[in-house]
């Protein structure tokens, strides 16, 4: 059973990953109404079962984390390791590399980590003594357009009533840009997200829509 999707960049090659410690790559081809025929393009495997998988912009490499908790970005055809990502201490869940592909995110038991394709350096998203104990980082979206950053939702206790959306940058510290969200999406350019809230108050049953200054 496959246990891990990803598309690439152009819609074109569409991975997946499966419990019997296969990684394969299929070609999506068009039937002139937008969708098509699915083939296998190549496979490779003695890997462990993947847990999440994430295409770089050309499509030429594939971020793959396994359930082993490593996290390798491989050569999308022959499954060649290109580079180690260290620092790990437990399954990743999501994973992906920014639309410029020097940095990628993932996430894991301890939370959300973004890593230089380059040094290896990573930090961890994010480490505020402001912030209570019991909070989840929850991925909203994928890396933004411009690849400065992407969208989460933080949820103190797992409460949708005490909880925020965030910008995490690249290279930046996350900024807060509004309270409340069950539910979150990124427009395409990045330009707007949308969220969700809802709750006892009017103002929590709404859909906000907001640029990334939160204006």
Request: hydrophobic fraction near 40%; proline fraction near 5%; charged fraction near 20%.
């Amino acid at each position: 059973a496959a246990l891990a999707l990803a598309f690439s960049r152009d819609g074109k090659q569409l991975a997946s990953g499966s419990a019997d410690k296969t990684a394969k790559v299929w070609s999506v081809g068009d039937d002139g109404r937008g969708r098509g025929p699915i083939t296998l393009k190549t496979s490779w495997s003695g890997i462990r079962p993947i847990s999440a998988l994430g295409y770089a912009p050309d499509g030429d490499a594939l971020a793959v984390a396994t359930r082993d908790n490593t996290l390798h970005v491989r050569d999308a055809q022959t499954g060649d390791v290109l580079v180690v990502m260290n620092g790990h201490k437990s399954t990743v869940s999501w994973v992906a590399i920014s639309p410029d592909g020097r940095f990628v995110a993932y996430s894991d038991g301890r939370g959300i980590h973004v890593q230089s394709m380059a040094t290896g350096e990573a930090r961890m998203v994010p480490d505020s003594a402001n912030l209570p104990n019991d909070v989840t980082w929850d991925l909203a979206s994928g890396w933004l357009a411009d690849g400065s950053g992407f969208v989460v939702n933080l949820l103190p206790g797992n409460d949708i009533a005490r909880s925020s959306v965030w910008l995490v940058g690249a290279s930046e510290p996350p900024r807060k840009i509004r309270d409340h969200a069950r539910a979150l999406c990124v427009s395409p350019d990045g330009s707007w997200i949308a969220s969700a809230a809802e709750g006892s108050r009017s103002d929590y049953r709404s859909i906000w829509l907001v640029d990334q200054r939160g204006q």
